[in-house]
Every structure is written in C-alpha cells, then in structure tokens.
C-alpha cells in the first residue's frame, strides 16, 4: 500500500515551453501532497504543500506563477513548470499524506531537462 | 527555524565494516518527528524509520540501527557488516507535527567498495 507515481519519469522540453508532471496516491487518499526539488547532488528543497480543493502554499523565493501547482482531487496533483528555462532542469520529487498521518510517501520522481 | 546537518558529505567504506551516519537537528518545538531515508542512484526515496520525539529508545532492524538522543540533538544510524546494494545517499529530516513539513539535512553519499 501507500504507493505514490509521477508521470513522467523523464522530459525533455525546449526552453520557453511548458510541462507537465503529475504526482498521483494510487491506493489511497492524499489530503495534502507536497513538491520537492532537488538539483545535482543536493538536498531535496521543499517548493509547495498543496491540499485539496485550495490554494497551494508556497516556500519563500519559489515563483508561484512560474511553478503552478494544482490538486484538484485527493488523488492528483499537477505541477506545471511555465516558461521553462535551463535553471529549471531538475529532480522533481511529488510526496503525498494522508491526513492526520506524518508520514509522507514520495513518488519516484521526475527528471526535467530543459535545452 | 528547524534545521537537519548531516556533516558527513561523503563516506567510503569497504564490504563488512560497520559505518555510522550522523544526523544533528535543531528545534524549538517539544513534538516532533525524525526520518531517515535513502536514495539509491535511481532517485527514488525509500523509507527507513520514523522515531516521535517522546520515543528515545534505540531500533535495529537487521544490519540497521537507529541511535537517538535528545541531550544532544542527534539521531545516528550505524549499518553493520555492510553491502554493496547498502550504497547510496542517505537522508535524515525533521518535521515538526503541525505543518508536516520535512526538512531535509544535505545528505551523506555512502559508497561501500567490494
């Protein structure tokens, strides 16, 4: 149980573009999901916490128009990178909860390139 | 502010010997959790334990084993007789109850040489 996907796995897009990765809880439901970043070698960076229904809550210096994040179900939530840039090639990490529970479990990822 | 250091970057070991991976926190809240997780080179976050602040006992689950001490704000885990499959980076993180947030120290990058 608690499994959580991303799709996709990888992507590549050109620079100016915008993608999509979805972060789904496949066998239960995640009242609260959270975006993580992390670069080459690096720490994973805390971007958002989204709930349910409302608005995602963003950590400080993460651009909420360029990062756009939306969970409009307890089992999907998107994040959309706009306007992609080189810097924003990363390792996209979706983790889910189940309220009440501090237990977070973390999907696989998504590797963004960005040319 | 909630705060993880792992200062061990890097660790090299060679097959069998026991390692211990340091994980210090900072905190100002009486309720809180401690995690340890590892990421092997495929990226993926693999779970290893949970401890709540109130629970100071030790855990081994295997070759793995968990040292927790309030007094000094630390939560070690120690890998005996290690593997090959036991390399990869190791994350320990803290989140306090409410916001359920995780906060991640920088990681130590553990190779274990045959």
């Known amino acids: 149980g608690a499994v959580v996907s991303q799709h996709p796995s990888r992507v590549i897009c050109k620079s100016g573009t915008s993608v999509k990765i979805e972060c789904r809880s496949l066998d239960f439901q995640a009242t609260t999901m959270f975006w993580y970043r992390q670069f080459p070698k690096k720490s994973l960076m805390l971007m958002a916490t989204?709930?349910?229904?409302?608005?995602?809550?963003?950590e400080q210096g993460v651009e909420k128009d360029k990062f756009l994040i939306n969970h409009a179900s307890l089992t999907l939530s998107t994040l959309t990178v706009t306007s992609a840039h080189p810097e924003d090639s990363s390792f996209y990490i979706c983790?889910?909860?189940?309220?009440?529970?501090?237990?977070?479990?973390f999907g696989p990822g998504t590797r963004l390139t960005v040319t | 502010a909630q705060k993880v250091t792992q200062a061990q970057t890097e660790i090299s070991v060679v097959e069998k010997e026991d390692v211990t991976l340091d994980c210090v926190y900072e905190?100002?809240?009486?309720?809180?959790?401690l995690f340890w997780y590892k990421q092997p080179p495929s990226g993926e976050l693999v779970f290893l334990i949970r401890r709540n602040s109130f629970d100071e006992q030790n855990e081994i689950s295997g070759r793995y084993s968990w040292n927790f001490q309030k007094s000094t704000s630390s939560f070690n885990f120690t890998i005996t007789a290690s593997q090959v499959v036991d390399s990869a980076v190791y994350f320990c993180?803290?989140?306090?109850?409410?916001?359920?947030?995780?906060?991640f120290g920088q990681g130590t990058r553990l190779t274990i040489n045959p």
């Open positions: 983790s889910a909860e189940s309220g009440g529970h501090v237990e977070q479990y």
């Open positions: 989204s709930n349910e229904g409302s608005k995602a809550t963003y």
């Open positions: 905190t100002r809240d009486t309720t809180y959790y």
């Open positions: 993180a803290l989140s306090d109850r409410g916001a359920q947030k995780l906060v």
